[in-house]
Nanobody, 123 residues
Framework: QVQLIESGGGLVQAGGSLRLSCAAS????????AGWFRQAPGKEREFVAA????????YYADSVKGRFTISRDNAKNTVYLQMDSLKPEDTAVYYC????????????????WGQGTQVTVSS
């Protein structure tokens, strides 16, 4: 059974930082795109960041450019999302995804999803 295990969510004040981790079973993240998406109450799931496992090309939503950084550790089959200068509007459930293809910025490109981790930013 393929699993993506997320960790690192929590409560943080505006302007603070948080680091999310997503560990994949097997070697899924080594040869496919991996990404982070988020979903706030009453809103559609939206793209946050993505990285190509081979090569390391990155993609970011305009709303997080300059504040968030996606990275990966090949040996640990783990993808990270470093979030700095957090804003209240960043509050959402964050999901990691793997097995992306074609366009790593859209939901339908991914086969595997994590369980989601809550990120709450207070002002």
């Amino acid at each position: 059974q393929v699993q993506l295990i997320e960790s690192g969510g929590g409560l943080v004040q505006a302007g603070g930082s948080l680091r999310l981790s997503c560990a994949a079973s097997g070697r899924i993240l080594k040869y496919y795109a991996a990404g982070w998406f988020r979903q706030a109450p009453g809103k559609e799931r939206e793209f946050v960041a993505a990285i190509m496992w081979t090569g390391g090309s990155t993609y970011y939503a305009d709303s997080v450019k300059g504040r968030f950084t996606i990275s990966r550790d090949n040996a640990k089959n783990t993808v990270y999302l470093q979030m700095d200068s957090l804003k209240p509007e960043d509050t959402a459930v964050y999901y990691c995804a793997a097995g992306g293809s074609t366009d790593p910025t859209i939901v339908r490109s991914y086969l595997y999803w994590g369980q989601g981790t809550q990120v709450t930013v207070s002002s």
